[in-house]
């Protein structure tokens, strides 16, 4: 049989969604502006999407998360909202002295017909600049097409589109990482400062999403990806994009590819040791150098721990669900670890997700994992009972599933809703896969443990 | 200060002085001001979600949908459907051709998969420009299931929170009066504005049954569909909260003659007092009597153990940012209970009558605030110096940021704060934050710790 059994939503198909396994697009759009520097993500809509993606991303984060709105009320509906747009932009403007407002669109106005675009640009030909205006990116962000993911990758584009400059070649990359934490973001840094590299890493989450008490409240919190570097990224030597379910959407890798002719690695997320190596032998490519000592270390200690563990982890099932590049990625790992995928599942719907899980699996994994796109978790609860899976992997809102099942649930990505420190999970590279191997196995031996009647205290 | 406020906003921002009280409000948010408002859908989905057997449908893309998953902590006794969320899911197609066809497939399907008591269809802002007959779907449903089918009218740019109430009540009111009302006690209330958050509605029932009241209908916290349905045959309606459910109370005063009064279940004089006005209200003597007994245990109870946590709080300033005002009042009379000291005061919804008992029961200095943002907020804590700040999800990485303590007033609490218990509960939860060590840490009391010798790395 070729490929992996691409199973289609639970016959017969349903057509409501119960207990979604994705996000609406504008949140994606806001999540990769709060990595831009100086930037307040604004949404064009009425109150209640700002408001309430605010408390969704807070609910993560611990962090005030600022999301401005036009607030359209009925009268807006009727007659365009480009008067509450123009007045909120004045206002955003005006009190938060933003380098960049990124200005994502919302079901509403994208059904009454606005077009902001051109809102925009009436509205900076009838302001006065006094040198201070900053960088209005607006995206289109239908809530009615695609998930938060096409919202991220399209604000990324769409704020790359605005601000790369033609340019003047240089020795730095670009690295797309999609929507990662802020640990990871981190973790990517270090990486390329190590290997001597300048990297502009588009969006940079890892201090406007985990940032320090404070003084004073940072209306902008400091730092993300700054505005004179994102113009410089059509010179960069490459761009590395992660992400093996994108290749089909249109990008910031791609323009750039496309614009400036900037070589564009297309990478899967470098989670686990395979996906990591790709990442560690472009960058050994582009800067000409050797993988540093230090991270050589890094993967020599997490095989090491591999076999140290691998027992603790053959052969349990597990449910993998979330993002589509997420999953495919963990369910790289998960089959070096000796860990079988039996379900893959995601909300999205790019069409390569089939073809992607199989391609990572496929040299490791004799089976065919169960695929389904488009899912929800009332359809990954209703395959779990044939699966008898031993554990789950994803967000917290497959916590519900796991609670029933009585298994543990391996909490990566986004949202982490049910504990604090979601920021900080680390996912990517030789590190993250060692923190995340630790988590599973001792999930393992735990559960093993407090299902003995013996309560022993060596494995 | 001035700086962190709008222009626009300055009428609705007062400090309290010796001249007579103003303030504006219930005006529609300002663009771009980051209000801590929702919108028209969350007003109603957040009054109906508690009805724990009915079945919730958001008509429209799958956000309103996500963002309101299993969002509130409203316990259920038993059936927990509302836990689940329910979404068409609309599609690009959906939006061009409309949605109504896909409506009635959804609602087919989740009828016969849950059976629920009833459905509600949650129009949101897309719905409302697409033009999607909720109503005739409802009614083709309703006729075909035999199940109550009710179109909640909450397209979210139509108005604010409370419009979202409204809508909500609306639909309520469309249940009340189709069940059988045989067999309710002459002495009987509904429990209104109540939403068994960490089952608070619990709690507040054993004291009606202590008392010897019959409750008909929660409404709506652990609520289920054929108590509402009886609901009119309650003899009073007990409203909490900031009028939520006020709108109903007021219909089924109209159309069934059904009295209500206004109550609050937080903090221990307006819990004791809530209690009074139902018993005076029966005028029966063994109510009455029943309610003093009620009472005077719970306080002899409960001071004692007050004590200790007044001690440490006393003369503590506490700031607080709530959705509706009424909860602010009862939070005001308990931080004076704990000896605490209220500086800011404000919520999301008030009334000119709220912003006015507001202003009549607090300190001189105190700052009064409708409708008001992360910019504001933050710059009266600073201004305030404020111990502690109590108020929901969207508040609190403000507190934090600056490194104040804070008090989940939300929706999501795992504490129950109503009733006399609830008093020592929040006491417990304002300590715990007040008292920890932690504030010794951040840069805003760091400061004061290099003065004192403290603080090592800033010393350095």
Redesign the interface.
Same mark, same amino acid.
């Given at each position: 049989m070729e490929g992996p059994v691409v199973k289609k939503p639970v016959e017969p198909a +349903? /057509?409501?969604?119960?207990? *979604?396994c994705?996000? @609406?697009r #504008?949140?994606g759009a806001c999540l990769a502006f709060k990595g831009i520097e100086g930037t307040v993500p604004?949404l064009h809509?009425?109150?209640? @999407?700002?408001? $309430?993606?605010?408390? +969704?991303i807070?609910?993560h984060f611990?962090? #005030?998360?600022?999301? *401005?709105?036009?607030? =359209?009320?009925?009268k807006? *509906?009727v007659y365009g909202g480009q008067a509450?747009?123009k007045?909120?932009? /004045?206002? /955003?403007i005006?009190?938060y002295r933003p380098r960049m407002i990124g200005i994502a669109s %919302? @079901? =509403?106005t994208e %059904?009454?017909g606005d077009d902001v675009p051109r809102i925009i640009k009436d509205f900076l030909e009838e302001t006065r600049t006094d040198g201070n205006m900053p960088v209005l990116v607006p995206v289109s962000t239908?809530? $009615? *097409?695609g998930?938060h993911m096409e919202g991220f990758h399209g604000a990324v584009r769409a704020v790359v589109e605005n601000l790369a400059i033609q340019p003047t070649h240089h020795d730095g990359i670009n690295i797309l990482p999609g929507f990662v934490s802020p640990a990871d973001i981190r973790h990517l840094a270090e990486i390329t400062d190590d290997f001597g590299m300048t990297a502009t890493i588009l969006p940079d989450i890892s201090e406007t999403l985990d940032? #320090?008490?404070?003084?004073? +409240?940072?209306?902008i919190p400091r730092g993300g990806t700054p505005i004179s570097s994102i113009r410089l990224m059509g010179g960069a030597k490459a761009t590395l994009e992660f992400g093996r379910t994108i290749s089909s959407i249109p990008t910031a890798g791609a323009w750039l590819e496309e614009t400036y002719k900037t070589r564009r690695y297309l990478l899967g997320l470098p989670i686990g040791i395979r996906e990591t190596d790709r990442l560690f032998a472009v960058l050994e490519t582009l800067s000409g150098k050797k993988t540093p000592r230090k991270y050589i270390g890094e993967r020599e200690r997490l095989i090491d721990s591999l076999v140290d563990g691998h027992k603790y982890v053959f052969g349990k099932r597990a449910i993998i669900y979330g993002e589509e590049d997420l999953v495919v990625a963990l369910t790289a790992f998960m089959v070096e670890i000796g860990i079988k995928p039996v379900f893959c599942a995601s909300g999205g719907k790019s069409g390569l997700f089939g073809k992607a899980i199989k391609a990572v699996t496929q040299d490791l994994y004799q089976d065919e994992p169960m695929v389904m796109e488009g899912a929800d978790f009332f359809d990954i609860a209703q395959e779990v009972e044939s699966l008898s899976p031993d554990l789950l992997i994803g967000h917290s809102?497959g916590y519900?599933i796991s609670r029933k099942l009585g298994i543990p649930l391996i909490r990566v990505g986004f949202p982490i809703h049910d504990r604090i420190g979601g920021q900080r999970i680390l996912h990517i590279g030789y590190r993250g896969a060692q923190g995340l191997f630790d988590l599973i196995a001792n999930a393992m031996i735990q559960a093993k443990q407090d299902g003995s009647p013996v309560g022993y205290g060596y494995m | 200060m001035q700086q962190a406020i709008f222009e626009e906003r300055q009428g609705q921002i007062r400090e309290k002085d010796e001249r007579p009280f103003s303030i504006e409000c219930n005006k529609a948010s300002l663009a771009g001001a980051v209000s801590q408002r929702a919108c028209v859908f969350c007003g109603s989905r957040v009054v109906l979600y508690p009805i724990a057997d009915a079945l919730h449908l958001v008509h429209g893309p799958i956000g309103c949908a996500v963002y309101t998953w299993d969002i509130r902590g409203a316990l259920s006794s038993g059936r927990e459907l509302h836990r689940m969320s329910f979404s068409t899911d609309l599609q690009e197609m959906d939006v061009i051709f409309g949605g109504e066809n896909k409506l009635y497939r959804a609602l087919n399907e989740l009828i016969e998969r849950y059976s629920p008591g009833a459905a509600f269809v949650y129009s949101t802002c897309i719905v409302g420009i697409i033009g999607d007959d909720l109503e005739a779907v409802c009614r083709k449903v309703q006729q075909e299931r035999g199940i109550p089918v009710i179109p909640v009218q909450s397209e979210g740019f139509k108005g604010n929170k409370r419009s979202g109430y409204m809508a909500a009540c609306n639909a309520m009111f469309r249940l009340v009066g189709t069940g059988n009302t045989e067999g309710i006690s002459p002495c009987s209330v509904n429990l209104l504005g109540d939403f068994n958050l960490a089952g608070e509605i619990w709690i507040i029932r054993k004291y009606f049954k202590q008392m010897g009241i019959e409750v008909v209908a929660n409404i709506t916290g652990d609520g289920r569909i054929a108590d509402i349905q009886r609901a009119h045959g309650a003899r009073l309606n007990i409203v909490q909260c900031s009028g939520a459910t006020l709108d109903l109370a007021r219909m089924m005063k109209n159309k069934y003659g059904i009295p209500y009064i206004r109550v609050s279940y937080f903090g221990v004089e307006d819990m004791a007092e809530s209690l009074y006005r139902v018993a005076r209200h029966f005028k029966d003597p063994g109510i009455m009597r029943r309610t003093r007994e009620l009472v005077g245990e719970e306080l002899s109870r409960l001071y004692p153990r007050l004590e200790e946590y007044r001690k440490a709080l006393a003369g503590k300033k506490a700031a607080i940012y709530v959705g509706g005002a009424f909860k602010a009042f009862s939070l005001v009379k308990a931080f004076r209970l704990l000896g605490m000291k209220v500086v800011m005061v404000g919520s999301q919804t008030g009334t000119t009558e709220d912003y006015e008992e507001l202003a009549a029961i607090t300190d001189p200095g105190t700052i009064i605030v409708d409708d008001s943002n992360p910019l504001e907020l933050s710059a009266f804590l600073k201004e305030k110096d404020v111990d502690i700040f109590v108020g929901g999800v969207k508040e609190r990485p403000i507190a934090y940021k600056l490194g104040v303590a804070f008090c989940d007033h939300n929706h999501e609490r795992k504490e129950a704060l109503e009733g006399f218990i609830g008093m020592l509960n929040f006491a417990k939860e304002v300590y715990a934050s007040v008292m920890s060590p932690v504030w010794r840490f951040v840069p805003r009391r760091a400061a004061a710790a290099v003065d004192q010798g403290r603080c090592i790395w800033k010393a350095q």
């Open positions: +349903y /057509v409501s969604t119960t207990n *979604a994705k996000l @609406c #504008p949140i604004f809509g009425s109150q209640g @999407c700002a408001t $309430y993606m605010r408390r +969704y807070i609910s611990n962090e #005030p998360i600022d999301i *401005a709105s036009s607030s =359209l009320g009925e807006h *509906a509450n747009l007045l909120g932009l /004045v206002n /955003v005006g009190k %919302t @079901c =509403l %059904t009454i239908p809530s $009615y *097409a998930t940032g #320090p008490a404070m003084n004073e +409240y940072p209306l809102k519900s | -």
